[in-house]
């Protein structure tokens, strides 16, 4: 009986040191079977004793025992000497456990911190080989961040600030209007160079153009009328014929077409000529509109606000503060297509011999959609929109307009990985940019970026027929005009030569981009 107890606490004291071994339990847990160990020694001690001196002989009194005992309980010398073996065998078992125990953390302790240290080598080696790179990037754009000028954060806290107060005289304008058969002004949507972040000129020169999108009023309707097809303009024009609607019936009584007799004012006789929609007129009503709610306002207490009459189809508008800042705001009207982002909008300088029934197809609203979803793609702090900058802003004084540069910027970053556009690869891009206008030119064919183009973001919503359409020619002017087309070709092979001797195989220069850039590109001292 005493040795099967002793055996079962040998295994026992086997299960414990494998558990303090390879599960490292935690302090409480420890402690406890501390106890416990102690407890099983106290235990394996008197159980050893007991053990020894029964195995002892004592022959005399074997007789005695054997008729006192029942005939299974009876132990010989034979058994307890087998036992006692055994018992030797599971200490000698329990003790090198024992020593093992206390040499494993050691060794475990020591492969640990060899293991520790070999890997915090590596990751040093990683982290300066990255470092390197990152040294060398940061570098570059560095340079280029020095060469070049760009007021770009002038131009954003300016465009908050436009949008801002746009917003509010627009709500004025609705609570004012409410109720009536005037056009509905929906939220306007700020568009152009300004609000993408490109813009080639100083900050104080930018104009924040804005689309005011519009909406008939209760008892009308607009039925666009385009004129010509894509193939014969770069973008069509349309007119916008206002339908009356019948009303009876419904929650306003008033109704225009069966009533004629209302004494309401009329959108037709007021904002039409020969039922189509004035962009002349319209621009003139807005205006006056703006002059009466801009004095309403709280912000007229901080900004000098004077309407321009430099613009018959537009509402071109200066802020001046009360700290001396001026700059310009204008707002576009626009009649939207279906549920697309491309509108009829009025040019903002039209030409004196075009009519004022007569809207121009706008892209301005989609091209604002493509570079707000091109910069959530792009890494951050890269330098699209610096180099768009750069190229317009080399391109001033050239027959090419900012326009014509945008467009073939969109299809160069359209088709470039995203992570080709930090501050060192910026004069590569420009470099691409003018190999393609250049091969355009040759060609005598640049091509819209909207149509016919199936690497436009689905996020882009754009009419039926522009995906399957045949792109309109930005160029279709050359293609007439030999002597325009020539210069054209000599201005491009000049700044393209200028430029291309300035990029050397991937690396940037700080001498050869001050020299590049010193000519058009460095903005006033403060931007």
């Known amino acids: 009986m005493a040795a099967t107890k002793l055996l079962a606490l040998l295994l026992q004291g086997l299960i414990l040191f494998s558990v303090k071994v390879h599960e490292k339990p935690d302090e409480a847990a420890w402690k406890r079977m501390e106890e416990r160990e102690k407890e099983m020694k106290q235990e394996m001690t008197h159980l050893m004793e007991e053990m020894e001196r029964r195995s002892r002989p004592q022959w005399s009194l074997v007789p005695m025992i054997q008729q006192q005992r029942p005939q299974g309980q009876i132990i010989t010398a034979w058994e307890a000497v087998l036992f006692a073996a055994i018992a030797g065998v599971l200490l000698l078992l329990f003790c090198l456990c024992w020593w093992l125990r206390k040499r494993c ?5 020591a492969r640990t911190k060899e293991d520790v240290l070999a890997i915090s080598m590596d990751e040093e080696n990683e982290e300066g080989r990255a470092l390197e790179g990152l040294e060398e990037e940061k570098l570059s754009d560095m340079i280029f961040d020095r060469s070049i000028k760009w007021p770009v954060q002038k131009i954003i806290s300016r465009r908050l600030v436009v949008k801002g107060l746009v917003d509010k005289l627009l709500h004025n304008l609705r609570m004012r209007l ?28 930018v104009i924040y153009h804005l689309l ?26 349309c007119r916008i014929r206002v339908e009356l609607e019948c009303t009876c019936g419904g929650l306003k009584a008033l109704c225009f077409l069966h009533r004629p007799e209302n004494q309401m004012p009329k959108v037709l006789d007021i904002l039409c000529t020969n039922s189509y929609l004035d962009v002349a ?3 003139r009503w807005f205006k006056g509109l703006v002059k009466k709610a801009w004095v309403t306002l709280l912000e007229s207490r901080h900004y000098e606000m004077k309407v321009l009459p430099d613009s018959q189809t537009s509402c071109l508008m200066q802020l001046k503060s009360h700290s001396g800042d001026t700059f310009m705001l204008d707002i576009l009207f626009g009649v939207q297509q279906g549920a697309s982002d491309i509108f009829f909008s009025s040019p903002p300088r039209a030409d004196s011999n075009t009519p004022s029934t007569i809207w121009a197809e706008s892209y301005l609203v989609a ?24 190229c317009t802003t080399i391109m001033k004084g050239t027959v090419f307009t900012p326009d014509m540069i945008k467009t073939v910027f969109m299809h160069v970053l359209n088709t470039t990985p995203v992570s080709g556009w930090r501050g060192g690869d910026c004069l590569m891009r420009m470099a691409d940019v003018m190999r393609y206008l250049h091969y355009a030119l040759e060609e005598k064919q640049l091509d819209s970026f909207f149509f016919g183009n199936a690497n436009v973001p689905e996020e882009i919503i754009l009419p039926p027929d522009f995906r399957r359409s045949k792109p309109p020619n930005l160029f279709a002017h050359l293609v007439q005009d030999q002597a325009a087309y020539t210069e054209a070709l000599r201005q491009v092979e000049e700044i393209e030569e200028e430029l291309l001797e300035r990029v050397i195989p991937g690396i940037l220069k700080e001498e050869a981009c001050m020299e590049l850039c010193l000519r058009s590109c460095m903005s006033a001292p403060g931007d």
């Open 281 to 283: 007129k319209l621009a």
């Open 212 to 237: 005011l999108p519009l909406k008939p009023p209760i008892g009308h309707r607009f039925h666009l009328e385009p004129l010509g097809s894509r193939q014969q303009i770069p973008g069509r024009d």
């Open 367 to 390: 091209e604002r959609k493509f570079f707000i979803q091109i910069a959530e793609e792009v890494p951050y702090g890269s330098y699209h929109l610096k180099c768009l900058h750069l």
């Open 105 to 109: 953390p050691e060794a475990d302790s």
């Open 178 to 205: 409410s109720n009536s058969f005037w056009p509905e002004l929906q939220n306007a949507i700020g568009v152009g160079s300004g609000f993408e972040g490109w813009s080639p000129d100083e900050a104080d020169r």
